[in-house]
């Protein structure tokens, strides 16, 4: 018997009983020759969620805040310490250190106004009083509170 003679991939010729058992599974039970044994594949891993990511997203969508008068759309952020400036200013001490938190958190106390005078409307007297005032003020401004 030649190899051209075989046709199964146990090298016997049909006319030979199939060995059948342990190690042996049927030939239509095989796999095929260049077929995956798995077709769809494993399944992809679900991609990890960035949860910075995911909570900035919440913080920064916007919500519609009406005050009575008008509606306006503002980020969730600006609404909640909206709110907690409000229960502050209302008494609740645990909102108002927490507003103190983050006031110091976000440097509000450095914002510096500028402020401009029109000064050619303040008659002769309150130009002198402010001319007076102003060392004083420079001064004060110098000094820390402790």
Same mark, same amino acid.
């Given at each position: 018997?030649?190899?051209? %003679?075989?046709?199964? %991939?146990?090298?016997?010729?049909?006319?030979?009983?199939?060995?059948?058992?342990?190690?042996?599974?049927?030939?239509?039970?095989?796999?095929?020759?260049?077929?995956? $044994?798995?077709?769809? $594949?494993?399944?992809?891993?679900?991609?990890?969620?960035?949860?910075?990511?995911?909570?900035?997203d919440?913080?920064?969508? &916007?919500?519609?805040?009406?005050d009575?008068?008008?509606?306006?759309?503002?980020?969730?952020?600006?609404?909640?310490? &909206?709110?907690?400036?409000?229960?502050?200013?209302?008494?609740? &001490? +645990?909102?108002?250190?927490?507003?103190? +938190?983050?006031a110091?958190?976000?440097?509000v106390? %450095?914002?510096?106004?500028?402020?401009?005078? %029109?000064?050619?409307?303040?008659?002769?007297? &309150?130009?002198?009083i402010?001319?007076?005032?102003?060392?004083?003020?420079?001064?004060?401004?110098?000094?820390?509170?402790t």
């Open positions: 018997m030649t190899a051209d %003679d075989r046709d199964d %991939d146990n090298g016997r010729t049909p006319l030979q009983p199939q060995r059948v058992g342990y190690g042996n599974p049927p030939l239509h039970t095989r796999f095929k020759p260049n077929t995956s $044994g798995n077709p769809s $594949g494993r399944p992809a891993r679900s991609k990890l969620r960035n949860v910075r990511q995911s909570i900035v919440v913080y920064m969508q &916007e919500v519609s805040v009406g009575g008068r008008s509606k306006r759309k503002l980020p969730a952020i600006v609404v909640l310490h &909206e709110q907690l400036l409000r229960s502050a200013l209302k008494g609740s &001490e +645990k909102a108002a250190a927490l507003a103190a +938190k983050f110091a958190e976000f440097h106390n %450095d914002v510096k106004d500028e402020v401009s005078l %029109d000064l050619t409307r303040l008659t002769s007297k &309150e130009r002198d402010l001319r007076k005032a102003g060392p004083i003020l420079q001064k004060a401004k110098t000094i820390k509170p």
